[in-house]
T-cell receptor
């Protein structure tokens, strides 16, 4: 089983709909992140969390919200999806300090 | 603020050619530096890292040296293989704020 699991892997939704992307991890890490990947733009940070009570905005948080339900779970919500939120979304986890991040397989979201 | 700039792709090489992908950074404090690789349809995985000046990270024949004087962390490989075809991301992490900042990625194509 993957250490960082994202669900769903693929999703097509309509403009205006609310959608939630979920991430769970078995690595015991305290830090969790949500990124989106767009061609030519690389990975951009949406939100990050250092523990259950600590949530921080990244560089592109507008139109998104998150919930850290437990140390192992971090969900990303689009309250009212719009087409320019079509992207590949990645969840990642890490320990503090200089250690690496571990990524999920990604969720491909299409908003039509 | 903290940022990473890497050479734009795509980069196309023949098998057994020498590879360099340039990466430079701007950071407050003393960042750790990373190269991640993304194979088609997969999430990102760590390729190599360096945590202080003059450190050399290496893995799978790839190398990168942390150059503080030139704020660079260029990725090199002496003889590339078709299986190295992927997208490569340079990234940094400053311990103070713990965010992981990525470059835009460089797509590498290796021709047989």
């Amino acid at each position: 089983d993957a250490d960082v699991t994202q669900t769903p892997r693929n999703r097509i939704t309509k403009t205006g709909k609310r959608i939630m992307l979920e991430c769970s991890q078995t690595k015991g890490h305290d830090r969790m992140y949500w990124y989106r990947q767009d061609p030519g733009l690389g990975l951009r940070l949406i939100y990050y969390s250092f523990d259950v009570k600590d949530i921080n905005k990244g560089e592109i948080s507008d139109g998104y919200s998150v919930s850290r339900q437990a140390q192992a779970k971090f969900s990303l919500s689009l309250e009212s999806a719009i087409p320019n939120q079509t992207a590949l979304y990645f969840c990642a986890t890490s320990h503090g300090g200089s250690t690496e991040a571990f990524f999920g397989q990604g969720t491909r979201l299409t908003v039509v | 603020g903290n940022s990473v700039t890497q050479m734009e792709g795509p980069v196309t090489l023949s098998e057994e050619a020498f590879l360099t992908i340039n990466c430079t950074y701007t950071a407050t404090g003393y960042p750790s530096l990373f190269w991640y690789v993304q194979y088609p349809g997969e999430g990102l995985q760590l390729l190599l890292k360096a945590t202080k000046a003059d450190d050399k990270g290496s893995n799978k024949g790839f190398e990168a040296t942390y150059r503080k004087e030139t704020t660079s962390f260029h990725l090199e490989k002496g003889s590339v293989q078709v299986s190295d075809s992927a997208v490569y991301f340079c990234a940094l992490r400053v311990n103070r704020d713990d965010k992981i900042i990525f470059g835009k990625g460089t797509r590498l194509h290796i021709l047989p």
